[in-house]
């Protein structure tokens, strides 16, 4: 059965430094990944996603995530975090018979940055 | 333009009462998408539904759970006899046609579902 799995429920980080955030998936076929953020009162926002070509995608706010299919993995990354990205990450995976018709979401990573 | 809106943003009901949800996606989406997330958790699929076809109901945890959808407008996802462990906040997303395509499924701001 697809899966996703964050390793990292909650993580901390100064404003400033780099940031990132481990995904793990299974799922039998080529996946279509996605990371999405939810901010405190605002609904689910796409970052970036992955569907084919290249490895590393560039998303909005500065992040990028890179699939690698050896290791299952598809972690999102950002060289120097700013207070504004305090929020939850979600990583998803895309699912569905005859096509890729739902999301599968990992448990969600919370980020706090400390000034 | 106009996002997904849903509504209401709060509900609280009593255990055993039904309750209704409503979620109009954005004008021109064929596909549209329930989800909930329980407190703390991420996002479970509940249904989709892609233009006239028949809806992908796998994700409905009980048959207290339907959901309806006027053709490619308003649906509404129906909870009978609401349990304790119905409570979580249910997030509706539409997209133009299905992930398949490469689409974006944009989500609204959810319904908080409170059971007391």
């Known amino acids: 059965a697809q899966s996703v799995t964050q390793p990292d429920i909650h993580i901390t980080v100064s404003e400033g430094a780099s940031l990132e955030l481990r995904c793990n998936y299974s799922?039998?076929?080529?996946?279509?990944l996605f990371w999405y953020v939810q901010s405190p009162g605002q609904g689910l926002q796409l970052l970036l996603k992955?569907?084919?070509?290249?490895?590393l995608v560039q998303g909005i706010k500065g992040f990028e995530a890179e699939f690698k299919r050896s290791q299952s993995s598809f972690n999102l990354r950002k060289p120097s975090v700013h207070w504004s990205d305090a929020a939850e990450y979600f990583c998803?995976?895309?699912?569905?018979?005859?096509?890729?018709?739902?999301?599968?979401f990992g448990a969600g990573t919370r980020l706090a940055v400390h000034p | 333009g106009a996002g997904v809106s849903q509504s209401p943003s709060n509900k609280v009901t009593e255990k055993g009462k039904d309750v209704e949800l409503r979620c109009d996606p954005i004008?021109?989406?064929?596909?549209l998408y329930w989800y909930r997330q329980r407190l703390g958790q991420g996002l479970e699929f509940l249904i989709y539904?892609?233009?006239?076809?028949?809806?992908?109901k796998s994700g409905l945890p009980s048959d207290r759970f339907s959901a309806e959808r006027t053709g490619e407008s308003v649906s509404t996802l129906t909870i009978q006899r609401t349990q304790q462990e119905d409570s979580a906040v249910y997030l509706c997303?539409?997209?133009?046609?299905?992930?398949?395509?490469?689409?974006?499924?944009?989500f609204g701001p959810g319904t908080r579902l409170t059971v007391l």
């Open positions: 539904f892609q233009g006239n076809s028949a809806p992908d």
């Open positions: 992955y569907f084919s070509g290249d490895t």
């Open positions: 004008s021109g989406h064929t596909a």
């Open positions: 997303a539409s997209s133009p046609v299905g992930i398949a395509s490469g689409d974006t499924q944009y």
């Open positions: 998803a995976v895309g699912a569905g018979s005859g096509g890729y018709n739902k999301l599968i």
């Open positions: 799922y039998g076929a080529t996946p279509y």
